[in-house]
Nanobody, 124 residues
Framework: VQLQASGGGLVQAGGSLRLSCAASGRTFSSYGMAWFRQAPGKEREFVATISGGGDNTLYAGSAKGRFTISRDNARNTMYLQMNSLKPEDTAVYYC??????????????????WGQGTLVTVSS
């Protein structure tokens, strides 16, 4: 099983980026998926999660209203559209697949598979 995150880069404050997470090796349409991020010197933190069918989402307070998580099960891919980016959004963003069928969560230990991360840098 592999998760490949992509789409990171350097953007000015107020700009937008779209991250992608492509899964291979098996399908995950019955599992929740999520984005986490880790800023330099800080712990990895939850950003957003989406249920297997895409009908249920949760966002961290810092992401609500600015980020949108989505998935395309036909392509085995998850996305994170990030708008109105701020310097404090600078971090390595990781995608993950949940451990349990038909559930979503906000804790690191609820996720089994992790991507390698993609760096997002927001300049002021």
């Amino acid at each position: 099983v592999q998760l490949q995150a992509s789409g990171g880069g350097l953007v000015q404050a107020g700009g937008s980026l779209r991250l992608s997470c492509a899964a291979s090796g098996r399908t995950f349409s019955s599992y929740g998926m999520a984005w986490f991020r880790q800023a330099p010197g800080k712990e990895r933190e939850f950003v957003a999660t989406i249920s297997g069918g895409g009908d249920n989402t949760l966002y961290a307070g810092s992401a609500k209203g600015r980020f949108t998580i989505s998935r395309d099960n036909a392509r085995n891919t998850m996305y994170l559209q990030m708008n109105s980016l701020k310097p404090e959004d600078t971090a390595v963003y990781y995608c993950a697949v949940g451990k349990f069928l038909f559930s979503i969560g906000t804790s690191l230990d609820e996720y089994r598979y992790w991507g390698q991360g993609t760096l997002v840098t927001v300049s002021s």
